[in-house]
């Protein structure tokens, strides 16, 4: 371990320690505003994609990715169709179902699951190899372009669903099927002689490997999982070099992915870099795999390399509603404060990678900066990827939307005005379903002895303290009224540290423990975030929590140059927006008045019952311009306007129309 | 001639009587403003522009443009280089090159352009076709893609040389080239069968050839033009049907060109198109051949076509600046209203082609409207192209930079911070240089017995009313102070109206006539925007004109999104903007008060000397964020500013920084 030790390691926390990841059968969820996700994930995300991974979709494009997979099995002819990293869609489907049955036995969907195992075992070549697109149409080409050509984000995916499902159900095919593909890339793969010293120009296989180790015990898979971060920066250029070797072909001639080096996160190695820059799904996936191995190996280095791409991430780069990558070129991050709302690219998967980063620094180090980012973006980005029907999806997420201006100009022809189905790169919609269908995941770690409570999402949890059994159930009303309620259950009186975090929003925070008198939650027992009750706890012990939920002016750094002037609106962990059908046509032209009191409703009607805001505000009016562009003695004509904001995640449900996040405040 | 007649013909203006454009030997220029631009012109960029096209600019990119013609006339061996329209690099430069010998003589200039039209007609070939990129590259496609290779833009180009070189020397070889290749052209292009019934896809040979039959008066020259003008958006669509012909190859792989038909504006009939859409270099050269052909034929349908989009363009689809083109891929026109400053595009070229227009629509109809927008184009866009040395350039004009964004967003590639040298798509410079080496062309229309004053640039001009001649000096203190005079010279007393057009920006105007007291003109003296004085003038007459020249704050029509709740100051012809060199950083944390009294300062060191407005305004501070991107309890922070105006033309001449024409209005 490196002498070097930050701050936390000298509190008594080392790197080793950290918590290891809930499974889902001890994590239940029941929760009046997630359960119903979750059963969208179940009965409606699922099977749908389901029928569209086999074409059954009317509306949709041909997935063509279980086709993909007969094929190479030999079980049906045909060309490949779709793109290069198709594959993952079915993995990802299949790592989504391993979560919903490790929370519920279904045998009918583990019966469906269990045949794209056995197809999946036939794709795998004798070698160990799986990928379809190679297999079937470049099989001379494996490993020639990992630049661009996804192999090893294939395998990262396949991985995850191996280790997912094995849990999940016990089935060792696929696991087997994983450690061969694993083993097989191990072989190819290194800085040993004969081997390829090359990386994935996607980061996936990373962190998969971690859980493979995890799943396995086996040490080789952490070190190749190490080898792939460090390797990833080294000069002279991988990329550059395979494309030379292969004769300067490219899949993606739009892109220049073999010299763009930082589009993948190539041009440094990991350590060195210190601004989150290129393709931001890629970025937080390799976050994710660099605090994992800094936890497994105690790498201080690396994580404080990890510290520093998130402080540039959540301090620099991020949208108030959790998303990140400004720009559709790329899909990528662009520069520090340049967050411009309307051609805004904020891939629901890039949110959905910042939480997977965050998951894994919280069980590093409990500090609810980690846990306020990931509650942001779950309750902004990716809930709002998903419509109320669980049928169609956003791919980007912009935080201001113009019908005119998606007509008319390309530079936000990737924004979409409403949820589509399924995509013919249709990364987002498995990943939401996958993250969903584990939420559960997400809610606490178990750190020593003490329960860590990051999300307020109720259900009832199994955890172990010094090897005896806790039970925890949360009753949450938490997202519209900021109250939790927790009973403890244990079989003998046990002492831990019950550590609830104190969410960034909140005004003020009380606690009932065991009834009385609600107290107010003091300075000292707020640490790193999270107040604590350190106790003996008995079965029947109670603890009733409020947050206040002030509604939130919430103002940009002054850096950030698109928002000047302007405020959102927040309340709870919810970011609140303009929509046109509440608040009518041109919506840049109202303005909130600085002094204009806002006051929460609560629709129960709306969407399936929403907490709105409303205000009063101005509105620009447009009359007496007769045909002049611009006029020298015009004044600002305002009208008294009602304002009404609904949360961010709930706009496009009520038709296409415009949006807006921000809004101009007047003095 | 349509019976449908309009208002204005209605007033007794036929279409057929428009008003000849006037020869440069009439109108000298000699302007505190101006005239340093055009010795710029021929001293530094038409004699750097020769250098560029011989490739003897070390630090500028080849443009083998010369090179490219004496290889297609025998004289060299080698390969085509450069765009497919490169030949129009030298033809342009020979407009310009003709326009200043038009002014002056010049010997050894002339015995260099001599030499380029020997050239030029050794490179036609035998059937009268010009065009290097053709003859040289791809001889057995000649007409094959006329909608992506500019093969009859280029001999456009080739047109409008000829005209303006045989006109200043007389030379008759480059007029029997350009005749010799409309003729083949006439040959190959119609609606009789055998005849290809295409057009091109960059419009520019249609005005050319207005010029033609001015010049020879042979009509099959404007027969042809219109015929190019009507056909254009015919039905089956011309380029989709060339497309499949040579088996759907294309040049531009990245635009679509064949099947993007509003990007060619060849989507509709030119009569039925009611927006300008598509590249706005395009529609504005398509809309001057337009006017032309309305006034020669009396097409009156074609004049109401031309209103249209005049009206379009100048009330939905114009910056402030006079910038025309929102988008960068296309550099095309988007959506009314959407008026982007930092993602802008207005091409200078677009602006030059708004400023053709203009003149065209006041030789059929003098309204100040039109010339309103030629000063607007000419005085902040056009002369921004420029840097004050002659020797760099802007293509792209935005109304907002921020380096930071330039160096990540991708959406911003096509803004540069700072003048370009020659470029590798050279179309801007030598377009700037034909029209600064014309402008006495804009300055005045003689129309009946009536003198219009359109520009207010100083010279002598010889007109003629009624076979008389009329000397007319202005004199013009205008771009700073709004003062100008004008003295009569004639032979005879002769009876004729002085129309002088009073700028839309100006306070109040007045006048003297032979002295004494300043009479403020009165409405009933202003008609279509003309203070006019209808007299017998005798030589000595004078006349002394004062716009007081307020400070405005400008503000957008409220759909205008981007510019909502800003300021932009005018103060004369000029558009002003803030500069980081005066302003310091973060140009965006700026708001100008409401009540903030505005000074006009004149400088006479700063860029040659520049009337700067100085204002009280604010400054966002940034203290106090502590890392945070977002914050609920967050005052906006002001300090006081001094914020210093100047000209939007004369930004970006010193040093690279940010910039901004819009302000936070504050209040």
């Given at each position: 371990m490196n002498n070097q030790m930050n701050e936390q390691l000298q509190e008594g926390i080392m790197l080793t320690d950290r918590s290891k990841p809930l499974t889902l059968d001890k994590v239940r969820i029941s929760d009046p505003f997630w359960s119903d996700y979750i059963r969208l994930v179940r009965e409606v995300v699922v099977p749908y994609q389901w029928e569209a991974l086999n074409d059954r979709v009317p509306e949709a494009e041909p997935s063509h990715a279980i086709q993909n997979f007969k094929i190479a099995a030999g079980e049906a002819e045909g060309a490949f169709h779709g793109m290069v990293f198709q594959d993952s869609d079915v993995t990802k489907w299949l790592e989504a179902v391993s979560y919903l049955l490790e929370t519920e036995p279904d045998p009918a969907l583990q019966q469906v699951a269990d045949s794209v195992v056995e197809l999946i075992a036939k794709a795998q070549q004798p070698d160990g190899y799986v990928n379809t697109y190679f297999t079937v149409k470049e099989?001379?080409?494996?490993?020639?372009?990992?630049?661009?050509?996804?192999?090893?984000?294939?395998?990262?995916?396949?991985?995850?669903?191996?280790?997912?499902?094995?849990?999940?159900?016990?089935?060792?095919?696929?696991?087997?099927?994983?450690?061969?593909?694993?083993?097989?890339?191990?072989?190819?793969?290194?800085?040993?002689?004969?081997?390829?010293?090359?990386?994935?120009?996607?980061?996936?296989?990373?962190?998969?490997?971690?859980?493979?180790?995890?799943?396995?015990?086996?040490?080789?898979?952490?070190?190749?999982?190490?080898?792939?971060?460090?390797?990833?920066?080294?000069?002279?250029?991988?990329?550059?070099?395979?494309?030379?070797?292969?004769?300067?072909?490219?899949?993606?001639?739009?892109?220049?992915?073999?010299?763009?080096?930082?589009?993948?996160?190539?041009?440094?190695?990991?350590?060195?870099?210190?601004?989150?820059?290129?393709?931001?799904?890629?970025?937080?996936?390799?976050?994710?795999a660099m605090a994992d191995l800094a936890a497994e190996t105690g790498d201080e280095a690396l994580l404080q390399a990890c510290k520093k791409?998130?402080?540039?991430?959540?301090?620099?780069?991020?949208?108030?509603?959790?998303?990140?990558?400004?720009?559709?070129?790329?899909?990528?991050?662009?520069?520090?404060?340049?967050?411009?709302?309307?051609?805004?690219?904020?891939?629901?998967?890039?949110?959905i990678g910042l939480i997977f980063f965050a998951h894994r620094m919280l069980q590093i180090e409990p500090d609810s900066r980690y846990a306020d980012v990931m509650e942001r973006a779950l309750y902004n980005t990716v809930v709002s990827g998903m419509a109320r029907d669980g049928k169609t999806f956003f791919y980007v997420n912009p935080l201001e939307v113009n019908p005119s201006q998606l007509a008319g100009n390309k530079n936000t022809h990737h924004?979409?005005?409403?949820?589509?189905?399924?995509?013919?790169?249709?990364?987002?919609?498995?990943?939401?379903?996958?993250?969903?269908?584990?939420?559960?995941?997400?809610?606490?770690?178990?750190?020593?002895?003490?329960?860590?409570?990051?999300?307020?999402?109720?259900?009832?949890?199994?955890?172990?303290?010094?090897?005896?059994?806790?039970?925890?159930?949360?009753?949450?009303?938490?997202?519209?009224?900021?109250?939790?309620?927790?009973?403890?259950?244990?079989?003998?009186?046990?002492?831990?540290?019950?550590?609830?975090?104190?969410?960034?929003?909140?005004?003020?925070?009380?606690?009932?423990?065991?009834?009385?008198?609600?107290?107010?939650?003091?300075?000292?027992?707020?640490?790193?975030?999270?107040?604590?009750?350190?106790?003996?706890?008995?079965?029947?012990?109670?603890?009733?929590?409020?947050?206040t939920m002030p509604i939130h002016r919430m103002k940009s750094h002054p850096l950030v140059r698109e928002n000047a002037g302007k405020v959102a609106l927040q309340r709870g962990p919810f970011v609140y927006c303009l929509e046109e059908t509440d608040n009518g046509e041109q919506l840049y032209q109202l303005a909130l008045p600085a002094e204009s009191e806002l006051s929460a409703v609560f629709d129960p009607v709306l969407l399936g019952g929403l907490q709105t805001i409303t205000a009063n505000g101005q509105r620009q009016v447009s009359d007496g311009w007769q045909g002049q562009l611009y006029r020298h003695n015009a004044d600002w004509q305002t009208e008294a306007a009602e304002l009404r904001f609904i949360p961010y995640f709930a706009w496009a449900n009520r038709g296409a129309g415009e949006m807006t996040v921000w809004v101009r405040e007047s003095t």
């Open positions: 099989p001379e080409n494996r490993w020639t372009n990992l630049a661009e050509c996804h192999e090893l984000y294939c395998a990262g995916h396949l991985i995850e669903a191996a280790v997912a499902y094995n849990k999940a159900t016990g089935n060792e095919t696929i696991l087997q099927v994983a450690c061969r593909f694993a083993d097989y890339i191990d072989r190819v793969f290194g800085r040993e002689p004969g081997k390829l010293n090359g990386y994935d120009g996607h980061q996936e296989i990373e962190l998969a490997l971690v859980k493979l180790y995890h799943a396995t015990g086996k040490d080789h898979y952490l070190a190749l999982s190490r080898y792939f971060i460090e390797q990833r920066g080294a000069k002279p250029s991988f990329y550059e070099q395979e494309w030379e070797k292969r004769g300067r072909t490219v899949h993606f001639p739009q892109l220049d992915i073999a010299h763009d080096l930082p589009y993948s996160q190539a041009h440094l190695p990991v350590q060195e870099q210190e601004q989150a820059v290129g393709h931001a799904v890629r970025v937080v996936y390799m976050c994710t791409l998130w402080d540039n991430i959540v301090a620099k780069r991020m949208y108030i509603t959790g998303g990140i990558g400004s720009m559709a070129e790329g899909e990528a991050f662009t520069a520090d404060y340049d967050l411009p709302n309307d051609t805004a690219y904020a891939e629901t998967c890039a949110s924004v979409c005005g409403q949820r589509q189905g399924w995509f013919g790169c249709a990364c987002c919609p498995p990943n939401i379903a996958r993250l969903l269908a584990s939420l559960g995941q997400y809610v606490y770690t178990v750190q020593k002895s003490a329960i860590y409570v990051h999300l307020y999402v109720g259900g009832a949890a199994t955890l172990e303290i010094a090897d005896t059994e806790v039970q925890l159930e949360q009753k949450s009303a938490y997202t519209w009224d900021g109250e939790v309620s927790f009973t403890i259950s244990t079989a003998r009186p046990i002492a831990f540290a019950l550590k609830l975090r104190v969410p960034d929003w909140c005004g003020e925070a009380s606690w009932v423990v065991n009834g009385g008198e609600p107290q107010q939650i003091k300075g000292n027992e707020i640490a790193n975030g999270y107040a604590q009750i350190n106790r003996v706890w008995q079965s029947g012990d109670t603890v009733e929590l409020v947050f």
